[in-house]
């Protein structure tokens, strides 16, 4: 399995990015994805995740009602919006074969990830 991310950018506080990954193979609706940010100089965390079907979604305590996760058959999204400077890191994408869509999601393949750079 191969991910891709891509959407990253530049933005002021206030302004919204949306990231999309797109994943290669047949078995996309096999898997929960999610998405994950390191910010400089910090461990990587847990930002949102989408269940198989995506009739269930979560998210970190700060990026609840600013973000919002998605898919469809062949990607996952994450749009923000009301983006902060915390909010700069890089984003990886992320999917797992097991377990369900929460922070405790266990990636088993990992994207490339992409910039996300907020300024105040």
């Known amino acids: 399995v191969q991910l891709q991310a891509s959407g990253g950018g530049s933005v002021q506080a206030g302004g919204s990015l949306r990231l999309s990954c797109a994943a290669s193979?047949?078995?996309?609706?096999?898997?929960?994805m999610g998405w994950f940010r390191q910010a400089p100089g910090k461990e990587r965390e847990f930002v949102a995740a989408i269940s198989r079907v995506g009739d269930t979604t979560s998210y970190a305590d700060s990026e609840k009602g600013r973000f919002t996760i998605s898919r469809d058959n062949a990607k996952v999204y994450l749009q923000m919006n009301s983006l902060k400077p915390e909010d700069t890191g890089v984003y990886y994408c992320?999917?797992?074969?097991?377990?369900?869509?929460?922070?405790?999601?266990?990636?088993?393949?990992w994207g490339q990830g992409t910039q996300v750079t907020v300024s105040s």
């Open positions: 992320a999917l797992t074969r097991r377990g369900s869509a929460t922070p405790d999601m266990i990636a088993d393949y």
């Open positions: 193979g047949r078995t996309f609706i096999l898997y929960v």
